[in-house]
């Protein structure tokens, strides 16, 4: 079985990459070697890295990183779409993210990647019937990285969370596939109800900055949500909003606006983020 694990990740065109990048880094900056070898090169594969850093970032006096790795190592054997899901959120940042010119850089530096991963962790536990244990991820990820995720919210793939400060998603919150958002993000509730009382947004969709969207309303596909909106009702699918509370501004300017990363209202030539 080692051996056929091992097969498998040979073939890894990713995790190919990312091992490339990180032996030319201690290349250019031995001073680095350390650290590149820990959090990359001596893993086997994408699997075994991506638990080895979530367990050091998420270690507390509470918890030792062994502990949490090896329950990231049992979620990864045991639902390899974690795996498949955290791959393609690393794609997505690097295809949308100016600012990464590397595979290796979500996975050791950027902290909307790695909170977006632990809270594909804490959901795991939390779909396990491990409540205890999810809260306690959910609970060093808002220490950690500043952002709160409920861990029976449900999130897609392909998500880029740029910045990622201060990002709140409630417990019956629902993100497709595909979405890109800025810092300061909020996607609550409004009122008491214990049922569906958080937002749904659509696959493909863009929210910018500091936006908010509150209660059970749903933002259709490939819509954009301008940066400082307040969006209290649904928003038809291709649509751009902006204001508080949250208008239909114009279309959304291009099919993906998430994929594109387009702030511009062209009719306008408004920045919305």
């Not at 393609?88 to 850089?105: F, I, S």
């Not at 050791?108 to 491990?130: T, V």
């Not at 490939?222 to 208008?247: E, F, Q, W, Y």
Request: charged residues 20%; proline residues 4%.
């Amino acid at each position: 079985m080692a051996y056929i694990q091992a097969k498998l990740h040979s073939i890894d065109p990713v995790w190919e990459k990312i091992g490339e990048e990180a032996r030319s880094a201690v290349a250019a900056s031995p001073s680095m070697g350390s650290m590149l070898h820990a959090g990359i090169i001596q893993h086997a594969g994408f699997d075994d890295a991506l638990a080895y850093r979530i367990a050091m970032k998420l270690e507390s006096s509470e918890m030792s990183a062994q502990n949490i790795r090896d329950i990231a190592d049992d979620a990864y054997a045991q639902t390899r779409g974690l795996v498949q899901d955290a791959r393609a959120d690393l794609v997505a940042t690097m295809e949308r993210d100016p600012a990464c010119h590397r595979l290796m850089q979500p996975l050791l530096f950027f902290k909307g990647y790695q909170a977006l991963q632990a809270f594909r962790l804490s959901n795991w536990l939390w779909k396990d019937g491990q409540f205890d244990l999810a809260y306690f991820v959910q609970m060093r990820v808002s220490e950690v990285f500043g952002v709160d995720i409920h861990p029976a919210a449900t999130i897609g793939k392909g998500i880029m969370i740029d910045h990622a400060h201060s990002i709140v998603v409630g417990e019956t919150a629902v993100i497709g596939d595909n979405v890109s958002m800025l810092h300061s993000v909020t996607l609550g509730g409004t009122g008491k109800e214990e049922e569906k009382r958080h937002p749904t947004i659509g696959n493909g969709v863009l929210i910018g900055a500091g936006a908010k969207v509150l209660g059970n309303i749903t933002i259709g596909h490939c819509s954009r949500i301008a940066a400082g909106s307040v969006v209290l009702h649904d928003v038809p699918p291709m649509k751009t909003v902006a204001g508080v509370p949250a208008k239909i501004v114009g279309e959304a300017g291009c099919a993906q606006p998430a994929l594109s990363m387009n702030h511009i209202l062209a009719d306008e030539g408004q920045t919305l983020i």
